[in-house]
Each structure stands twice: as structure tokens, then as C-alpha cells.
């Protein structure tokens, strides 16, 4: 299992829950149907499962694809403990996990290939994950596994803004750097939030809801809450690993400043995201 890969996407899941809007959250509730068949793209350690049940989605059939084993593994090892502790009579049986009358499974395989494979979703969630993919491959995939009306759920879907508090002479080098390093990967793009938002206005459906869900994160008295420290601790991996293929003027001096921030509970983070619901035509 890939420990490091585990605990970022654990680490982050405070920044995640205090960041989506709950305002596009009440309207994909809204529009959902009851008992709906969910599919997850990139569902990671699994955490939509308690998510949906704490929005009172508490009967559904829910199925989460990674690429990744080893964060699959954990999804099916954690979130049933998980839901114990919180009271829930989750049971697991022949890998598939039930709480009443939700069942929700995980599966590793490649998450567009999984939707194309799929047709009968009522919602296709996409968190973390939009900005990853060729915005036009996610919508083609996700039309492709939902029914006609069926709602597509995509937040934290980054959108070229990397803030770091207190302010460095190299702040403004440091995030074109980082952003122009996501840029040069296959089928990554930093806009991806607003591209994404084009799209769905664009396609035969509807965008039912858009808005921001930035990550803030930011000391709490004597420290972060949570996980949070690892999580920054990653983000400025990320950076770093940027910043050793460019040459930015006080680069190395950045990174360390703000390392030394993160260990002195004075950093700040913020990245601009959205959140967007998207519904397929309903073939009327």
C-alpha cells in the first residue's frame, strides 16, 4: 500500500468538507432521485460514502473506482471501521459493503473506461479528480454512464490560483512556475474549473449549479486542525518538484521560508476551485 499516497488524500479530506458548497451540494439533493445508482471517478480512500450518508443519502447503490490498489485497499479496510465508530451497522460482505440500504463497493481500473462501460448511473461524481483529465473526455465519459436527466458532480475542480501567506518577493515566479509544470502534463490544464464550466454550457445539458470551493487552509491557535500540516507539507512538495526543473529567481529561498512558516504555524494556503453540477439532456 502506498502509505504517503493515503495519508495526503486523508489529509486533505478536512480541507475538501470545508470547502464545497453547500449550496451546490443542496441543489444536486435537490435533483436526486431516491434510491439513486452513484458511480465515482477517482474515488480515492472512499470518503464519499460517509459523505452521502451525512447528506441523508441513506439509500443508494454506490460503485468507486481508482487506479490506484492501494488506496482502494484502504478505502475497503477504513471506511467500514469508519462507519462503525460513528454508529452506523455497516456490514461488508463478498467485498461489498452495506449500511441499511446503501451498498457501496470500490474497484480499481481506470475510472473514463469504468463510466464508458457503465449506463445506468443516476450520478457521476467527480471530486479532485475533473482537473486531472481532458475536461471533454470526463463529459463524454460521464454522459456515457448516466441516465437520460442523470446529474454529473464535480468539485474541487482546481482553477489556476495558488495563494501562500505571508507574502515572498517570489511569490508571482513561484506559482507561474508551478502552474506552467501541471500545464506541461498529458491532459492536465490549470484552468480546468472555468474550461470545465465552458463545456457544460455548451454540451446539450444543463449547468445546474457553479461555484467556488476554494481550499483555505490556515492555523488554528497553536497549530492546523486535523492532518492538515501534512497536507500543506505535500503541497509544497508539489512545489518543489515544479520549481527543480525551472529557474526561478529566489526559488530555493521560497521553499524554505515557507517550510519554515509551515513549522512555525504561520502559513497559509488558498487555491481557487470550483464546484459544478451538470445535468445530461433528458431525452424528452
Not at 449500511?99 to 481500473?109: H, K, N, P
Not at 518577493?169 to 492536465?188: C, F, G, Q, S
Not at 521560497?254 to 453540477?277: M, P
Request: glycine fraction near 8%; charge should be negative.
Amino acid at each position: 500500500m502506498n502509505h504517503a499516497a493515503t495519508r495526503y488524500l486523508e489529509s486533505k479530506r478536512s480541507v475538501d468538507e470545508r470547502a464545497r458548497s453547500p449550496r451546490v451540494r443542496d441543489r444536486l439533493l435537490a435533483a436526486l432521485p431516491e434510491a439513486p445508482r452513484v458511480v465515482e471517478a477517482g474515488c480515492g480512500t472512499g470518503v464519499t460514502v460517509p459523505t452521502l450518508l451525512e447528506w441523508g443519502v441513506d439509500a443508494a447503490t454506490y460503485l468507486g473506482i481508482d487506479s490506484d490498489p492501494g488506496v482502494v485497499d484502504f478505502a475497503r479496510a477504513v471506511r467500514p471501521r469508519e462507519l462503525r465508530r460513528r454508529g452506523y451497522d455497516a456490514r461488508v460482505a463478498d467485498g461489498t459493503l452495506s449500511v441499511g440500504d446503501l451498498t457501496a463497493a470500490f474497484e480499481t481500473g481506470d475510472a473514463l473506461a469504468a463510466l464508458h462501460a457503465e449506463s445506468e448511473a443516476d450520478l457521476v461524481v467527480a471530486q479532485a479528480f475533473a482537473d486531472l483529465v481532458d475536461p471533454g473526455t470526463l463529459i463524454d465519459a460521464a454522459e456515457s454512464a448516466l441516465r437520460p436527466g442523470g446529474l454529473a458532480y464535480l468539485p474541487i475542480t482546481f482553477d489556476g490560483g495558488s495563494i501562500f501567506q505571508p507574502d515572498h518577493p517570489a511569490d508571482r515566479a513561484v506559482e507561474r512556475a508551478y502552474h506552467a509544470a501541471i500545464d506541461t502534463r498529458p491532459d492536465r490544464d490549470v484552468h480546468a474549473g472555468r474550461h470545465l464550466a465552458d463545456l457544460c454550457r455548451r454540451r446539450a445539458g444543463t449547468l445546474l449549479g457553479i461555484k467556488s470551493s476554494d481550499w483555505i487552509v490556515r492555523p488554528r491557535g497553536h497549530g492546523y486542525p486535523a492532518d492538515e500540516s501534512y497536507f500543506l507539507e505535500r503541497i509544497l512538495d508539489f512545489v518543489a518538484d515544479a520549481l527543480s526543473n525551472a529557474d526561478v529567481d529566489r526559488g530555493s529561498d521560497w521553499l524554505e521560508s515557507r517550510r519554515r512558516q509551515l513549522r512555525g504555524g504561520e502559513l497559509i494556503y488558498v487555491a481557487h476551485q470550483y464546484d459544478l453540477l451538470y445535468r445530461t439532456p433528458d431525452g424528452d
